[in-house]
């Protein structure tokens, strides 16, 4: 069973069922991830040592460092990426990351953007479906 | 989006499968802002030629030199991750050192200029009043945008060399008038109470104004006329630290902030934060993660430090050894050097136990681990905020950190 939670706005299509991790607090690839193991190293974050890997990572916006597109990119080669992000306001150095992953790789990660109202439905532990080709979202039930 | 038949043809492919990709991106980013269009740039500073950040970035940048990509327009460098004649006096390993170097070519290879350096400002190669161009680091993005009034948004890695491959940026964010008015003033204290001639008052102002405006405009108000270069540079290097600031205005100072209404464009500011001294003073004392302590690093040069600090440093040094024990480095990029090297500027401080570093940053390769430091006294706000993650340190001014080299430590009293 699954039902549609919201439609959002699709910046990289692409489609993925996956665990989610959510943060309130917005979030920098750049400093708080650790690319090598695919989990958060910010010390002070409630979500730290959670790992991303796999799993549909939801925070509101992006803390602004412009390495951001080169340790997400590389977090996508080493398979160590989250399989879909669902943001609020999309930074555009995340959109480069991914674009550039896929030049390279042909690997890709969808990114949907979603309303306040949509951010505030979703909680760590939900089992999401994005469709970011259609901009949809879904939360999958246990039958 | 709009776009030109130059630029549909380079989306194409005809100019190459790197220009395409890099064309691509471009448009995938002005999608996103909603942008109509594309605007030439003239000019172009590099962020992502650093070898820190993985394999993707060193992919990427081989990938674009290998179609035989090559910069369009005017192309700086940011600083890589070694000195690139003096590595092996810093203990870069040499297998990173090969990494750094198959990243120097890629860039060089797509015809940048090798400036190596986090301050292209300082050293000529700079654009004029309302210019467009597509910078790269944080620091000289707020430098180009605040002090000399020319116009890029925030560009990163990847974005830098593909807006210097197809010489294009989308129409958005700070290139457009609208998005330059200051949004926030921030009031200093009256000259009489606060002593603008420290120049560690600077860092912490920007540090203050970053941390509060975040991604906003912000204007200042309350500060002399005859700021330096220096302290400009401070202050933008800070602010984008503590926040995303890419563009601050100072009223009678900063070209587009001649008066009030001009940095406001005739509005009014959202909100009027007033600066005491008991922020600043707050603000200068969380730069530190400890107040005292033995010191084995003192490190000037975060923004690459300019001719000016140098001579600054070498007349507090006044001749002095640092002491046997603590490593004292200043970053800085070559044009500088080769002024310290045909002044005598050079020896002198070689000679008190300094070593010049270029090409690079201290938080930009592997050097705070492989030399084990664990206490870096620093005149920069800057290195202050990022380093904290891998080491202590203490913020003060530039005569503090010579007085800590020439001690060996700093105690609590002199903090």
């Not at chain 2, 300094?354 to 940053?361: A, E, G, R």
Request: aromatic share 8%; hydrophobic share 40%.
């Amino acid at each position: 069973m699954k039902q549609e939670l919201a439609t959002g706005k699709s910046i990289i299509p692409g489609i993925a069922e996956g665990i989610a991790v959510v943060s309130q607090e917005p979030f920098s690839f750049a400093g708080e991830f650790d690319r090598r193991t695919g989990t958060i190293s910010n010390p002070r974050s409630n979500l730290f040592g959670e790992s991303l890997k796999g799993k549909v990572f939801v925070y509101p916006y992006g803390r602004g460092s412009s390495c951001t597109s080169a340790v997400l990119a590389e977090a996508i080669r080493c398979c160590n990426a989250p399989c879909a992000i669902i943001n609020v306001q999309v930074d555009p150095i995340l959109v480069i990351g991914v674009l550039v992953a896929e030049a390279l790789y042909s690997m890709t990660i969808p990114i949907l953007g979603v309303s306040q109202e949509t951010f505030r439905l979703l909680h760590t532990g939900d089992n999401l479906i994005i469709d970011a080709v259609a901009g949809k979202l879904y939360r999958k039930e246990s039958a | 989006m709009r776009l030109r038949d130059d630029e549909r043809k380079m989306l194409q492919g005809y100019h190459g499968e790197g220009v395409a990709i890099a064309m691509s991106v471009m448009v995938k980013l002005g999608q996103i802002y909603n942008a109509e269009e594309m605007i030439p740039i003239s000019m172009a500073h590099i962020d992502g030629c650093v070898y820190t950040l993985g394999q993707a970035a060193l992919d990427f940048a081989e990938k674009l030199a290998d179609t035989g990509a090559r910069v369009c327009v005017p192309t700086t460098l940011n600083m890589g991750a070694r000195d690139i004649t003096r590595w092996q006096e810093f203990r870069i390993p040499l297998d990173y050192a090969q990494g750094c170097q198959r990243m120097e070519q890629a860039y060089l290879k797509m015809g940048a200029i090798p400036t190596w350096t986090c301050t292209p400002y300082l050293q000529g190669i700079i654009p004029h009043f309302g210019e467009h161009i597509a910078w790269a680091e944080s620091n000289a993005i707020a430098y180009a945008n605040s002090v000399i009034g020319a116009r890029t948004a925030r560009y990163g890695d990847f974005a830098d060399i593909c807006a210097a491959l197809t010489g294009r940026v989308p129409k958005f964010s700070l290139h457009l008038s609208s998005h330059r008015r200051g949004e926030m003033l921030f009031k200093l204290p009256p000259a009489n109470r606060i002593d603008f001639n420290d120049d560690s008052l600077y860092p912490v102002i920007g540090y203050i104004v970053g941390s509060i405006a975040l991604d906003r405009v912000p204007v200042i108000d309350g500060i002399p006329k005859n700021i330096t270069a220096d302290q400009l540079k401070a202050i933008g290097a800070a602010a984008a630290s503590s926040g995303n600031v890419a563009l601050f205005h100072i009223i009678g100072v900063t070209p587009e902030a001649t008066t009030y209404e001009d940095a406001f464009q005739g509005k009014e500011p959202v909100d009027i934060i007033v600066i005491g001294e008991k922020e600043l003073h707050e603000t200068h004392t969380r730069l530190s993660t400890v107040e005292e302590g033995k010191a084995d690093l003192v490190t000037i040069g975060c923004p690459h430090a300019s001719f000016t600090e140098f001579e600054q440093l070498n007349r507090l040094l006044a001749r002095r050894r640092i002491r046997e024990g603590v490593e004292f480095w200043v970053t800085s990029n070559r044009v500088v050097y080769s002024w310290l090297e045909q002044t005598g500027l050079l020896e002198s401080l070689k000679s008190s136990g300094i070593k010049v570093m270029t090409d690079s940053c201290i938080l930009s390769g592997p050097y705070i681990e492989h030399w084990g430091f664990k206490l870096a006294v620093t005149n920069s706000a800057k290195f202050a905020h990022y380093a904290h993650k891998q080491i202590n340190v203490i913020f003060g001014s530039l005569e503090k950190c010579v007085d800590a080299a020439i001690k060996g430590e700093v105690r609590k009293s002199e903090t």
